[in-house]
């Protein structure tokens, strides 16, 4: 069972920064694929952002574009998402995703069903 540890959620004020990190216990050969997407109350939950472990290839989604940025340690079995100039509007709970290189399907990195393993989330609040 693969197990996704997240750390890093907190309380910021509007314009600061925040660095979430997410810990797999899969070796990283076996990963195709982590993201990280964001759940509001009463919200779906959303993309925010995804990083191939092979090349590095990512994808934002437009609400983030040029203030956060997904990036892996593959040393660390690890992915970090970089929060800057962070919105009121940004407040969630932040999940981390992991897509296996076994998984079937297409990978679309916005859909959530196509990842395999899921952490727990941790809280990400800004205020204005």
């Known amino acids: 069972q693969v197990q996704l540890v997240e750390s890093g959620g907190g309380l910021v004020q509007a314009g600061y920064s925040l660095r979430l990190s997410c810990t797999t216990s899969r070796r990283t050969l076996s990963t195709y694929a982590m993201g990280w997407f964001r759940q509001a109350p009463g919200k779906e939950r959303e993309f925010v952002a995804a990083?191939?472990?092979?090349?590095?290839?990512?994808t934002y989604a437009d609400s983030v574009k040029g203030r956060f940025t997904i990036s892996r340690d593959n040393a660390k079995n690890t992915v970090y998402l970089q929060m800057n100039s962070l919105k009121p509007e940004d407040t969630a709970v932040y999940y981390c995703?992991?897509?296996?290189?076994?998984?079937?399907?297409?990978?679309?990195?916005?859909?959530?069903?196509?990842?395999?393993?899921w952490g727990q989330g941790t809280q990400v609040t800004v205020s204005s």
């Open positions: 995703a992991e897509r296996s290189i076994y998984a079937s399907g297409t990978y679309y990195p916005e859909r959530p069903n196509g990842y395999t393993a």
């Open positions: 990083i191939r472990w092979s090349g590095g290839s990512t």
